[in-house]
């Protein structure tokens, strides 16, 4: 707290020496680097543990005194991974305004019911494909992300966004989740094209 800090600083301005004083903030610095460790203070080699109040009262391992540990709120979230016969996926840019203002993102619901309900009216059915998790302020969230497949290159009935390239992603801007989307899309893609070519190459 603000006025715990001023009335500690109040406290060591009082012990100061006029002479010198940058020599006895060292000597601190150095005690604390060497001896008075936070979890294992090395009371029985400090040279002022006779003036220690916590040493005399038995209780060094209570200082520093902890804060009060702080609770996050989990949520769960949701995006889809839906690409099309061209090896192109689907992308929405989010709103100039807000926490991914002009990012780009996969598909993404507040939960996995409300992703399923509207996929179903796509007529698509979406399979587990990846499971992230990452935070935000006060937020710790697991995005679970599903994959599904179609034919066209139509446009997602409600939903307002593009056809990206697999191959173009690496160049696209994404908030950090859904780049770990898109790293895996590339490298999968890397991969099985590495592998047609294997298929591909002659006998030795």
């Not at 540990?69 to 100039?96: F, G, I, M």
Request: aromatic share 10%; glycine share 4%.
């Amino acid at each position: 707290l603000p006025t715990t800090l001023e009335k500690l600083w109040g406290l060591a301005a009082a012990l100061l020496p006029d002479k010198d004083p940058g020599d006895l903030n060292q000597a601190l610095m150095e005690l604390g680097a060497t001896v008075c460790f936070p979890s294992t203070p090395r009371c029985i080699r400090c040279p002022i543990r006779k003036y220690c109040e916590a040493h005399k009262k038995g209780k060094e391992l209570f200082y520093p005194v902890r804060s009060r540990e702080e609770r996050y709120e989990k949520l769960r979230t949701a995006a889809l991974v839906l690409v099309n016969d061209k090896d192109e996926v689907w992308l929405e840019k989010q709103p100039s305004r807000g926490r991914w203002g002009g990012l780009w993102m996969f598909p993404f619901w507040k939960n996995k019911k409300e992703m399923l309900a509207e996929v179903k009216l796509w007529q698509l059915t979406p399979v587990p494909y990846l499971s992230i998790a990452h935070a935000f302020t006060k937020y710790r969230i697991r995005l679970a992300v599903f994959r599904t497949s179609c034919k066209k290159s139509k446009k997602l009935k409600g939903r307002s966004g593009r056809w990206f390239p697999i191959a173009a992603l690496a160049q696209t801007a994404f908030p950090s989740p859904h780049k770990k989307i898109a790293l895996t899309l590339i490298d999968q893609e890397s991969f099985g094209k590495s592998s047609l070519l294997k298929k591909s190459l002659p006998k030795p």
